[in-house]
């Protein structure tokens, strides 16, 4: 079985569709999805991948499927 990774620009870009089809500020998704803004922040500046929890929670409230924001992880020989 191949390795996955969150593809976070990927993640960001349906959290994004999500968030502006519900007119929510980006701490109102935080709030809704339980998790901390400091989080949403770090992925939206940085590109942090967040913890599991907030990945699940993020899926859930943005109805997106894991498979859309994964990817194989490289592999280095």
Same mark, same amino acid.
């Given at each position: 079985m191949?390795?996955?990774v969150l593809d976070?620009?990927?993640?960001?870009q349906?959290?994004?569709?999500a968030r502006h089809e519900r007119s929510m500020s980006w701490r109102e998704v935080a709030t809704a999805c339980g998790v901390c803004?400091? #989080?949403l922040s770090r992925? &939206?500046? %940085?590109g942090a991948a967040p913890n599991a929890h907030? #990945?699940?929670s993020l899926l &859930?409230? %943005?109805g997106?499927?894991?498979a859309d924001v994964t990817r194989p992880k490289e592999t280095t020989p």
């Amino acid at each position: 079985m191949t390795a996955l990774v969150l593809d976070v620009p990927a993640f960001l870009q349906r959290l994004e569709v999500a968030r502006h089809e519900r007119s929510m500020s980006w701490r109102e998704v935080a709030t809704a999805c339980g998790v901390c803004s400091s #989080t949403l922040s770090r992925m &939206i500046t %940085s590109g942090a991948a967040p913890n599991a929890h907030a #990945t699940l929670s993020l899926l &859930i409230w %943005s109805g997106t499927s894991p498979a859309d924001v994964t990817r194989p992880k490289e592999t280095t020989p």
